[in-house]
Structures are given as structure tokens and as C-alpha cells.
């Protein structure tokens, strides 16, 4: 709770990060993260459900299905 953060190259002083879900085993991962800036709203978004049938890869070059999304301000008035 009111930490600095910076998204797409904006400065916030105050944030909160919000972790939805952060769940992981051998062969699924999910994660959904979120970041609110005070006065502003939401900055960053994060989502992440992966699965994987071979489990002696690792998720950043393994995983055989699903999706990453990152969303991050660019602006707001």
C-alpha cells in the first residue's frame, strides 16, 4: 500500500497491488495481478493461465497451452 510503481513509462507514488490469484503446480499456472493507482485507478493488469504436460520444462519456455496478458496505462487525464 502506497508504493511507488511505474507503467508504461508514467510514475505513480502512491499504489496499491491487488494478487487475485497466484496458484501454481506441475502442470498449471495461474496468476492475476493488478495495480491501482491512488486517485487515478488501475495502471497494470497482469493475467496468466498456463498448462503443460511435460513437467521438467519450466513456464517462461515450456508451457504448451494458454495465455499471458499484460495490460499498463499509456495515459490519463
Known amino acids: 500500500?502506497?508504493?511507488?510503481?511505474?507503467a508504461g513509462g508514467l510514475?505513480?507514488?502512491s499504489t496499491l497491488t491487488v494478487?487475485?490469484?497466484d496458484?501454481?503446480?506441475?502442470?498449471?499456472k495461474t496468476l492475476r495481478r493488478e495495480v491501482y493507482a491512488k486517485n487515478i485507478g488501475m495502471v497494470?493488469?497482469?493475467?496468466?493461465y498456463l498448462t503443460k504436460?511435460?513437467?521438467?520444462?519450466n513456464w517462461q519456455n515450456g508451457p504448451e497451452n494458454g495465455f499471458r496478458i499484460r495490460m499498463k496505462a499509456i495515459d490519463w487525464n
Open 53 to 57: 504436460q511435460k513437467v521438467q520444462l
Open 19 to 21: 494478487l487475485q490469484v
Open 11 to 13: 510514475n505513480f507514488d
Open 1 to 6: 500500500m502506497h508504493e511507488p510503481y511505474i
Open 23 to 28: 496458484d501454481e503446480d506441475l502442470i498449471e
Open 44 to 48: 497494470y493488469q497482469e493475467w496468466e
